[in-house]
């Protein structure tokens, strides 16, 4: 995974307002990230498809079309835990895929839609949705950006139940509870509080990022910065 990629986004993530849900601030910066037009985020449990969040009134329309019609590319991906990239709805094979959704979400200004898988414990749990008013291929950087942020937001929805929400980005890839890390993590966040002047809970907030991205026990990461092999950053500091 792309650390790099993954400190932008979480910067744009800490830069949006603070009094959304983290779901909603994930779908803002998708459609800011992108340059599309609306994002939604919706998940399948126990067999009922519902939304969570959306960039904007339109977008949580097209969301709701694909619920009320039992068609669209988030149920691909739930079936098939892989990207459904449809940059055409008018042509044969959408129009043969979703023959409601397609047609529905063209009358709703929406003529290309994407969706990324939210994957926990090897399962797609719902889709981070994409949509476009223009036909026409999503470019590499804007998948990858999109291929992330759905991990975020998998990683959000996956905690939509508990209370282990920690201030800043409020993304958890590890429980967040102090008993729940041993005393290097905690050392490791003390030393990133003070470093960037921010609280032990964003430092930690740091620390799971990282290890999320780079796919590492989050006690290694610590490791390293506490042993000065790692420097983290401070949100500000990256473009």
Do not use: K
Request: aromatic share 4%.
């Amino acid at each position: 995974m792309d650390q790099r990629r993954l400190e932008r986004l979480l910067t744009s993530l800490h830069n949006t307002d603070s009094s959304t849900s983290v779901l909603q601030r994930i779908c803002v910066v998708c459609v800011d990230t992108t340059a599309l037009d609306g994002v939604g985020v919706s998940r399948i449990v126990g067999g009922q498809h519902e939304m969570l969040a959306a960039s904007d009134a339109d977008a949580a329309r097209v969301e709701m079309l694909q619920i009320e019609l039992h068609q669209g590319p988030c149920l691909d991906v739930v079936a098939s835990f892989r990207p459904s990239l449809e940059p055409d709805l008018t042509s044969p094979r959408a129009v043969d895929r979703w023959p409601g959704f397609a047609r529905a979400a063209l009358e709703s200004g929406v003529a290309a839609a994407f969706a990324f898988p939210l994957m926990t414990g090897g399962v797609a749990i719902g889709a981070l949705d994409v949509y476009s008013t223009r036909r026409g291929d999503m470019e590499s950087d804007q998948v990858e950006d999109a291929l992330l942020l759905a991990d975020l937001a998998a990683l959000a929805v996956d905690r939509l139940d508990t209370s282990t929400i920690v201030q800043g980005v409020e993304l958890a890839a590890e429980p967040v509870e102090e008993w729940a890390h041993g005393a290097i993590v905690h050392n490791a966040s003390g030393m990133v509080s003070e470093q960037l002047g921010v609280g032990v809970g964003e430092a930690l907030l740091r620390l799971r990022a990282i290890a999320f991205a780079t796919e590492r026990r989050v006690a290694d990461v610590a490791r390293d910065v506490v042993d000065r092999r790692m420097r983290i950053e401070s949100w500000s500091d990256r473009d």
